[in-house]
């Protein structure tokens, strides 16, 4: 029989509910619609985000799809730390897992959970992760995310690099209806080609599946290294995008000098207007200085 455990926490409007289950997961839910869902079975070599929902129930996100098998919802992952490959699950390379360890908090406002990571290769520990994810209602029209990840290099020195891998960072995989979609970002670029590697506060990306447009814009923090990043998108052959500190340069992380990244993740239902989401960042950024 599997267990479960639910924390009703209180929020504005409808409880959001967090539930527990004997499968690894725990489940975001607003007013009885599932918001997103944080994953970290054993089974996998990572911990991620999926599904997450557009405020209107629709699932933007693939977990694990045939032609990448490593794409997951929505995650944190790295394809060099030291050499080791954080990234890729089946390809020809030395890899690594990120492995939870244990919950070190829940808080109710705003509704929240606080993981314990450890990035692991070849039976060492690399990286440990201080993972918090919020959901925060900043405006009623979109299904938030917080993403916050200290990460400290455990016993020596850490790099985290990309060099012909740019996408690495915080990156989403799109549902299939959701390929050859648009992009906009804070500074007003449409083209994909332009967009991809060009440093923003935020950068979207949206399609019409079914015919009703959606989309999922990422928010980068004042306080990031290399604010504004680097975004990789790409919408051919399938939809991707990702805040991608290490675009152009890799990062190193000393023991004792824990790395703190932090962005925002708004999935929303209609097209993206420059307006809007700039005005959804002026808010973030106004509430979580």
């Known amino acids: 029989m599997t267990s479960r455990r639910e924390f009703l926490l209180a929020s504005a409007g409808p409880a959001l509910q967090l539930l527990e289950t004997g499968s690894q997961t725990v489940r975001f839910r607003h007013g009885g619609a599932l918001w997103f869902e944080y994953r970290f079975s054993k089974s996998r070599p990572k911990t991620y985000v999926h599904p997450l929902c557009a405020p209107d129930g629709r699932v933007l996100t693939l977990d694990g799809p045939a032609d990448h098998v490593h794409h997951r919802g929505l995650m944190l992952a790295w394809s060099d730390v030291n050499g080791y490959d954080f990234w890729g699950e089946l390809n020809p390379a030395p ?6 360890q244990r919950f070190l908090a829940r808080r ?14 070849a039976g060492s520990v690399l990286l440990v992760e201080r993972r918090t994810l919020r959901a925060p209602r900043i405006t009623p029209d979109a299904v938030w995310l917080e993403w916050e990840s200290e990460l400290t290099a455990a016993s020596a020195p850490v790099t985290l690099s990309a060099e012909k891998h740019v996408y690495n960072g915080l990156g989403i995989r799109f549902i299939r209806e959701m390929d050859r979609g648009r992009v906009l970002n804070s500074q007003g670029t449409v083209e994909i080609k332009q967009a991809d590697g060009e440093p923003a506060h935020w950068c979207a990306y949206w399609a019409e599946p079914s015919g009703k447009p959606a989309g999922v814009v990422i928010f980068d923090h004042p306080r990031n290294p290399r604010h504004p990043t680097p975004f990789f998108v790409m919408s051919q052959p399938f939809g991707y995008l990702s805040a991608a500190p290490t675009y152009r340069a890799p990062l190193r992380l000393e023991p004792g000098r824990p790395l703190r990244l932090r962005w925002a993740v708004a999935a929303f239902d209609g097209p993206a207007h420059a307006s809007r989401l700039a005005d959804w960042y002026r808010r973030w950024t106004q509430r979580s200085v």
């Open 108 to 121: 109710t406002r705003p509704p929240a959970i606080t993981a314990l990571n450890h990035w692991v290769a």
């Open 95 to 100: 890899h690594g897992e990120i492995l939870h």
